[in-house]
């Protein structure tokens, strides 16, 4: 994907420094090197906001969890949960 966007960074000398050494210690151009690490951590970010591992006891409990009906209390609680109006919501 051609790149259209710019973005422009303050930093200190020293961290300027940093970063054209492990650059060029990788034999990458610092925008290539910066670009690669930041996407990285951004997907990871992300991932771990949205993907989580269990292990087998663990998902055991959930599937138990996601298969056992809803008693009158959480369903009155969801209810009321689904029911509070939010600032992004019109009134």
């Given at each position: 994907m051609p790149a259209?966007?710019?973005?422009?960074?303050?930093?200190?000398?020293?961290?300027?420094?940093?970063?054209?050494?492990?650059?060029?210690?990788?034999?990458?151009?610092?925008?290539?090197?910066?670009?690669?690490?930041?996407?990285?951590?951004?997907?990871?970010?992300?991932?771990?906001?949205?993907?989580?591992?269990?292990?087998?006891?663990?998902?055991?409990?959930l599937n138990s969890?996601?298969?056992?009906?809803?008693?009158?209390?959480?369903?009155?609680?969801?209810?009321?949960?689904?029911?509070?109006?939010?600032?992004?919501?019109?009134?």
């Amino acid at each position: 994907m051609p790149a259209t966007a710019s973005i422009n960074l303050r930093l200190s000398n020293e961290e300027k420094t940093l970063i054209d050494q492990a650059a060029q210690s990788t034999g990458k151009s610092r925008t290539a090197f910066i670009l690669e690490n930041t996407l990285r951590t951004a997907e990871e970010v992300l991932l771990d906001r949205t993907r989580f591992t269990l292990d087998s006891r663990q998902w055991e409990q959930l599937n138990s969890a996601l298969d056992t009906p809803p008693s009158e209390e959480q369903i009155r609680g969801l209810n009321k949960l689904f029911n509070v109006n939010t600032p992004w919501r019109k009134q």
